[in-house]
């Protein structure tokens, strides 16, 4: 299995990649409950969802913080919901908390895999193998069950959600057509895109506006009520939120990991100004980053992080706007 440090940069991509998702979980919510439960829990509106659709959320505290960082998938029988694996031991028990008032259940999903698919091939290797017009919408759900998600720019990705003996059919297939990658590929393409998951390190820290949620569609501010949602409406309506998420580029003996220190050069002294969300490390030891900062913070700035040696980054543009 091949990974990032094997690349000097994503132009070297394969034309078909295999990801393992490995360090990801697959929840499953099922229960006639299940829409409303989390229609108070979660940022998005579920309500607006059909099977086959998908979103990304937050799931939040009372007072308004992350706690996890998930891409919300809607079938016919259950929710389902992805996220990083190291969030979910101290996530889930609060999301479970809530769950005794309504008929729902909350568990790891186990008739269902996920796993991803890149390169500038991979739209094709779909169009053949699975279904011709998934590769033309942002998500599709089959009729063997099949969710296909196309990720956000800038690479050709997919994410894809599959019943375990379509899962292993199509696998057993890839093993002799494509690359196959741990996840820190994934990891890298998501830094690409600016899409933040929160990790174990940095959960119950952050509103979600922070973490660009609301550039995202991961936030409805129509939809009633939500755990944590007077906070979350306070941060727009009345320009509370002073941070946001930035892509950040350079160089480092070390990949930085979540929740690390991120420091600006002023003058000549580094001042403490943001916290790492994710980050990775390619061949060539250049890294690239997501970390909250300040929103003010000056496309020129010069960073480093604390505990990495020798790391000095610069902003790099992100793949979309957010909103004023």
Known sequence: ??????????????????????????????????????????????????????????????QGKVWSITRVIMLEDRVLLTQPSSVSETQLPELKKYAAFSKVEIKKETEYQIFGLAGRKSAEYIAAEVDTAATHETSRLLESGTVLIKQPSPSLRYMAIMKNDVADALLSDLQ??????DDSLWNAMNIAAGVGFVEAQTTGQFIPQMLNLQALDGISFTKGCYIGQETIARA????????????LTGNANNAPTPGQTVEVLLGEN???????????????????????????????????????????????????????
């Open 1 to 62: 299995m091949r990974t990032l440090s094997q690349l000097e940069d994503i132009s070297q991509l394969p034309d078909l990649v295999l990801c393992s998702l490995n360090s990801w979980d697959l929840i499953s919510i099922t229960g006639e409950d299940r829409i409303s439960f989390l229609q108070g829990q979660l940022t998005c509106d579920l309500a607006a969802l059909t099977p086959g659709q998908q979103t990304l959320a937050a799931h939040c505290n009372p």
């Open 176 to 181: 002799n057509k494509a690359e196959i990658f």
């Open 236 to 247: 727009k309506y009345r320009g509370a939120n002073k941070r946001a998420m930035f892509i």
């Open 270 to 324: 580094w001042k403490r100004v943001g916290i790492v969300i994710s980050a990775c490390q390619y061949g060539d030891q250049h890294i690239e980053m997501l970390a909250v900062l300040p929103k003010d913070t000056s496309s020129s700035a010069t960073f480093r992080i604390k505990e990495v040696e020798d790391s000095i980054l610069y902003c790099a543009p992100l793949p979309y706007q957010i909103p004023s």
